[in-house]
C-alpha cells in the first residue's frame, strides 16, 4: 500500500496544474504506466500497492481493477463515470468519484458550436475556399439551415441540457426537451422548455442534441427507429457519450437522406470513427473535446487531485458517486 510510510497512487495519465501538486501532497504518486491504453490486466498489474487510481475515461476500471487489494479510491478525471463499473466498487468497498460541475458551461458551449457550424456548414465552407473553389458569389452556393427561430430538442435535461437552451433563447429557439424525470415547473420555466416524450421531440426537431450518460438504459437510444422519425433536414449534435447512438443507423440514415448532418464529438468505439462518417461532409467530427478549454480542464484536474487527497486522508471525498461506500 505504501512505502516510507506513504499512500501510493497511481495516475493513469497526465494531469493539469494544480493536480500533480494536490495529489503529490497527499500520497506518493506513480505515473504513468508504460504501454498505456491498457486493458484491465495491465490496470491491475499497475496499481497492486496502490489505495488509489487517478482514470481517465478511456480507462477500463471493471472488477478485475477493483479487487485489487487495499484500493479505497478511483477518481475519474471527467463527469461520465461509465467506463468504472460502480456497482463492482461498491462491492468492493472502494470510493468512486467524478468532477461535476466545472465542465457544463464549456460542454453547452462546445454543443452549440457544433449546432451552428453544421447548420452552416462551417468546415466543409473553410475547406472549400482554402482548396481555391471558391471562384465568385452563386445564390445556390453552400446552403445551410436556419437556426434563429429554428425548434431544438434536448434529449436529457441535466445541467448541460440546461446550459445548451439557455444559449438557444438567444436564438429564439422553440425548445423541447425530452427527460424520464421531469424537471421542477420553475426549472422548466427557467430553460424555457417544453417536456415531450422521445418521439415527438424527433419529429418536430430541427436540430436534436444528447446530453445523457451511458447507462443500459440509453445505450443506443438512438437508433434507425429514432431516424425514422427525424426530419430529413434535421441535424444531430451528440456531445455525451458515443454508445447512445447507433452510429450503423446513423450512417444508414445520413446516407438515406432521413437527416441532413451531424455535430460528433463522440464515438461508439472511441478512438475509432465508423470509416462511414469520414468522407461525409455534412457531418462535424470533433475529437471529444467538448470540455477542453483551459480553465475547464485545469479545473477537472483540481477537482480530481482533490477529491483523491481526501479519500487518501481517510475522508470524504466531495464528489462521490457511491455514498454508500462511504457513511
Ligand atoms: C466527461 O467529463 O465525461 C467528458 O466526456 C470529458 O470531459
Same mark, same amino acid.
Given at each position: 500500500?505504501?512505502?516510507?510510510?506513504?499512500?501510493?497512487?497511481?495516475?493513469?495519465?497526465?494531469?493539469?496544474?494544480?493536480?500533480?501538486?494536490?495529489?503529490?501532497?497527499?500520497?506518493?504518486?506513480?505515473?504513468?504506466?508504460?504501454?498505456?491504453?491498457?486493458?484491465?490486466?495491465?490496470?491491475?498489474?499497475?496499481?497492486?500497492?496502490?489505495?488509489?487510481?487517478?482514470?481517465?475515461?478511456?480507462?477500463?476500471?471493471?472488477?478485475?481493477?477493483?479487487?485489487?487489494?487495499?484500493?479505497?479510491?478511483?477518481?475519474?478525471?471527467?463527469?461520465?463515470?461509465?467506463?468504472?463499473?460502480?456497482?463492482?466498487?461498491?462491492?468492493?468497498?472502494?470510493?468512486?468519484?467524478?468532477?461535476?460541475?466545472?465542465?457544463?458551461?464549456?460542454?453547452?458551449?462546445?454543443?452549440?458550436?457544433?449546432?451552428?457550424?453544421?447548420?452552416?456548414?462551417?468546415?466543409?465552407?473553410?475547406?472549400?475556399?482554402?482548396?481555391?473553389?471558391?471562384?465568385?458569389?452563386?445564390?445556390?452556393?453552400?446552403?445551410?439551415?436556419?437556426?434563429?427561430?429554428?425548434?431544438?430538442?434536448?434529449?436529457?435535461?441535466?445541467?448541460?441540457?440546461?446550459?445548451?437552451?439557455?444559449?438557444?433563447?438567444?436564438?429564439?429557439?422553440?425548445?423541447?426537451?425530452?427527460?424520464?424525470?421531469?424537471?421542477?415547473?420553475?426549472?422548466?420555466?427557467?430553460?424555457?422548455?417544453?417536456?415531450?416524450?422521445?418521439?415527438?421531440?424527433?419529429?418536430?426537431?430541427?436540430?436534436?442534441?444528447?446530453?445523457?450518460?451511458?447507462?443500459?438504459?440509453?445505450?443506443?437510444?438512438?437508433?434507425? @427507429?429514432?431516424?425514422?422519425?427525424?426530419?430529413?433536414? *434535421?441535424? !444531430?449534435?451528440?456531445?455525451? #457519450?458515443? $454508445?447512445? =447512438?447507433?452510429?450503423?443507423?446513423?450512417?444508414? @440514415?445520413?446516407?438515406?437522406?432521413?437527416?441532413?448532418? *451531424?455535430? !460528433?464529438?463522440?464515438?461508439? #468505439?472511441? $478512438?475509432? =470513427?465508423?470509416?462511414?462518417?469520414?468522407?461525409?461532409?455534412?457531418?462535424?467530427?470533433?475529437?471529444?473535446? *467538448?470540455?477542453?478549454?483551459?480553465?475547464? #480542464?485545469?479545473?477537472?484536474?483540481?477537482?480530481?487531485?482533490?477529491?483523491?487527497?481526501?479519500?487518501?486522508?481517510?475522508?470524504?471525498?466531495?464528489?462521490?458517486?457511491?455514498?454508500?461506500?462511504?457513511?
Amino acid at each position: 500500500m505504501s512505502t516510507g510510510g506513504r499512500p501510493r497512487v497511481l495516475l493513469m495519465h497526465p494531469i493539469l496544474d494544480p493536480g500533480p501538486s494536490i495529489l503529490a501532497e497527499a500520497a506518493e504518486v506513480v505515473a504513468y504506466p508504460p504501454d498505456r491504453p491498457l486493458d484491465e490486466a495491465g490496470i491491475r498489474q499497475a496499481a497492486e500497492g496502490c489505495v488509489g487510481i487517478v482514470s481517465q475515461l478511456m480507462d477500463p476500471i471493471r472488477e478485475t481493477v477493483l479487487s485489487t487489494p487495499g484500493l479505497k479510491c478511483v477518481s475519474n478525471v471527467a463527469v461520465g463515470f461509465d467506463n468504472i463499473d460502480v456497482a463492482a466498487a461498491t462491492a468492493h468497498k472502494v470510493m468512486v468519484t467524478n468532477t461535476p460541475g466545472v465542465l457544463d458551461d464549456t460542454t453547452a458551449d462546445f454543443a452549440f458550436t457544433l449546432l451552428m457550424s453544421a447548420a452552416r456548414r462551417i468546415v466543409e465552407a473553410d475547406s472549400f475556399t482554402r482548396s481555391g473553389q471558391f471562384r465568385g458569389w452563386a445564390i445556390d452556393m453552400m446552403l445551410g439551415h436556419d437556426i434563429f427561430g429554428a425548434t431544438l430538442g434536448i434529449v436529457g435535461a441535466g445541467r448541460i441540457g440546461r446550459g445548451v437552451a439557455h444559449r438557444a433563447k438567444g436564438f429564439n429557439m422553440r425548445i423541447l426537451y425530452y427527460d424520464p424525470q421531469p424537471l421542477p415547473r420553475e426549472a422548466e420555466e427557467q430553460m424555457g422548455a417544453t417536456r415531450v416524450d422521445l418521439g415527438r421531440l424527433l419529429a418536430e426537431s430541427d436540430f436534436v442534441s444528447i446530453h445523457v450518460p451511458l447507462t443500459k438504459e440509453t445505450y443506443h437510444l438512438i437508433s434507425s @427507429a429514432a431516424f425514422n422519425m427525424m426530419k430529413p433536414t *434535421a441535424i !444531430l449534435i451528440n456531445t455525451s #457519450r458515443g $454508445p447512445v =447512438v447507433d452510429e450503423a443507423a446513423l450512417v444508414a @440514415a445520413l446516407t438515406a437522406k432521413k437527416l441532413a448532418g *451531424a455535430g !460528433l464529438d463522440v464515438y461508439e #468505439r472511441e $478512438p475509432a =470513427v465508423h470509416p462511414g462518417l469520414l468522407p461525409m461532409p455534412s457531418v462535424i467530427l470533433a475529437p471529444h473535446i *467538448a470540455s477542453a478549454t483551459v480553465r475547464t #480542464r485545469s479545473e477537472m484536474s483540481a477537482m480530481a487531485a482533490r477529491n483523491m487527497a481526501t479519500a487518501v486522508r481517510g475522508g470524504r471525498p466531495p464528489n462521490l458517486v457511491n455514498p454508500e461506500v462511504k457513511k
